[in-house]
């Protein structure tokens, strides 16, 4: 069945970085465009970014543009979310979606990744 | 900015009651890909309703989606115990997404 699986959370200090990995399987990566979404403790959802098919466009919400960097590698089907300068802001759940139709909806979900940041 | 959804709402068993969800004209009156999410206290979101008013195989009659505007809205008939979570919307915005802010559905 398809499945999306995330890891690379953790507890980091403010300022530094910290990478995290997505493997998709049961369908076809290479097909769909994929996302991250975050959950912060006790709080809504909020999308963080995308990226297309091939990798050829990604795009970012505001509050983490120029900051974090979504990859994918079609090869090992795996979405990656590079994070660097990291805030206590960006504590959240991190999880992984697909794209159903290039529009959204997002299904299925992985089941995140807990990322804290904290001194 | 998140789209506006009631911050909670409440009904009996066998009820209905109805979720709205508030953007503006590069969200939810732009596009026709309104979708929504339920979560359970500690769990991943599940895919609701899509395309405004799609539901996947699997997601029960009794959940329903519709738009007028700038104001999508779900509505859940013959409210179960089960139903009892929180629910987010989600609006394509051309170049991303933003959700809702979520809404509470308490079965009293």
């Known amino acids: 069945q398809v499945q999306l699986e995330e890891s690379g959370g953790g507890v980091v200090q403010p300022g530094r970085s910290l990478r995290l990995s997505c493997v998709a399987s049961g369908f076809t990566f290479s097909s769909h465009v994929m996302h991250w979404v975050r959950q912060a403790p006790g709080k809504g959802l909020e999308w963080v970014a995308l990226?297309?098919?091939?990798?050829?466009?990604?795009y970012y919400a505001d509050s983490v543009k120029g900051r974090f960097t979504i990859s994918r590698d079609s090869s090992k089907n795996t979405l990656y979310l590079q994070m660097n300068s990291l805030r206590a802001e960006d504590t959240a759940v991190y999880y992984c979606?697909?794209?159903?139709?290039?529009?959204?909806?997002?299904?299925?979900w992985g089941q995140g990744t807990l990322v804290t940041v904290s001194s | 900015s998140a789209l506006t959804q009631p911050r909670s709402v409440s009904g009996s068993p066998g009820q209905s009651v109805t979720i709205s969800c508030t953007g503006t004209s590069s969200d939810v009156d732009g596009y026709d890909f309104v979708s929504w999410y339920q979560q359970h206290p500690g769990k991943v979101p599940k895919l609701l309703i899509y395309?405004?008013?799609q539901r996947p195989s699997g997601v029960p009659a009794r959940f329903s989606g519709s738009k007028s505007g700038n104001t999508a809205s779900l509505t859940i008939s013959g409210l179960r115990t089960e139903d009892e979570a929180d629910y987010y919307c989600?609006?394509?915005?051309?170049?991303?997404?933003?959700f809702g802010t979520g809404t509470k559905v308490t079965v009293l």
């Open positions: 979606a697909r794209d159903v139709s290039d529009a959204g909806p997002f299904d299925p």
């Open positions: 989600c609006s394509y915005a051309g170049s991303g997404y933003v």
């Open positions: 990226i297309w098919y091939d990798g050829s466009d990604k």
């Open positions: 395309d405004v008013s």
